[in-house]
Nanobody, 119 residues
Framework: QVQLVESGGGLVQPGGSLRLSCAASGLTFSTYRMRWYRQAPGKERELVAAIASAGGSTNYADSVKGRFTISRDNAKNTVYLQMNSPKPEDTAVYYC????????????WGQGTQVTVSS
């Protein structure tokens, strides 16, 4: 059974820092491209950051470039999102997403973790 389990969410002050983790099980993690999405109340889910299966290539939404960093540890089957200098508009439920780097592209979602940026 495939599971993606996020952790590390919570309340953070503007300008602070927070690190989200997503632990994967039941799949060959190193063959999956990983992404972080977020969804704020009343808004559509949006892509925040993505990382290649080997970890060499990353992409970010313009709104988080220079503040957030996505990384992965394939030995620990875990992907991270380091959030530095968060802003109130970063408040959302953050979801981990994995898609297999093959033609079929089997994909999975985590259950989400709430991040609230507020003073």
């Amino acid at each position: 059974q495939v599971q993606l389990v996020e952790s590390g969410g919570g309340l953070v002050q503007p300008g602070g820092s927070l690190r989200l983790s997503c632990a994967a099980s039941g799949l060959t993690f190193s063959t999956y491209r990983m992404r972080w999405y977020r969804q704020a109340p009343g808004k559509e889910r949006e892509l925040v950051a993505a990382i290649a299966s080997a970890g060499g290539s990353t992409n970010y939404a313009d709104s988080v470039k220079g503040r957030f960093t996505i990384s992965r540890d394939n030995a620990k089957n875990t992907v991270y999102l380091q959030m530095n200098s968060p802003k109130p508009e970063d408040t959302a439920v953050y979801y981990c997403y994995g898609i297999k780097a093959t033609l079929l592209g089997t994909s999975y979602w985590g259950q989400g973790t709430q991040v609230t940026v507020s003073s």
